[in-house]
Nanobody
């Protein structure tokens, strides 16, 4: 099993930037593919980005491509989400999640991931 703890959320003006971090413990971090999801009030959980276990391959939702970057540091057991040009519609709780082998090709589906953090609130003011 792996435990995930997010940090880095907060209040930011539209057009601003934030970097979220998610620290893992309890298992071999480099075995897991990792994803970031977000959930706004009254809406379903939405895929944001994913990175492979090796860090070589990444995916991002169309809504964040060119603005958000996912990365990982396996030596620090940490996955990051660098967010730039933030928009008010990006206000949500952002959560990281881990997918253990065998990795699913349906990377955008929340049920693909076995482990979840508690989330961190990001609020973008207009």
């Amino acid at each position: 099993q792996v435990q995930l703890v997010e940090s880095g959320g907060g209040l930011v003006q539209a057009g601003g930037s934030l970097r979220l971090s998610c620290v893992a413990s309890g298992s071999t971090f480099s075995n897991y593919a990792l994803g970031w999801f977000r959930q706004a009030p009254g809406k379903e959980r939405e895929f944001v980005a994913r990175i492979s276990a090796s860090g070589v391959s990444t995916r991002a939702a169309d809504s964040v491509k060119g603005r958000f970057t996912i990365s990982r540091d396996n030596a620090k057991n940490t996955v990051y989400l660098q967010m730039t040009s933030l928009r008010p519609e990006g206000t949500a709780v952002y959560s990281c999640a881990a997918d253990s082998p065998p990795y699913s090709v349906i990377y955008y589906r929340p049920s693909t991931y076995q482990y979840w953090g508690q989330g961190t609130q990001v609020t973008v003011s207009s």
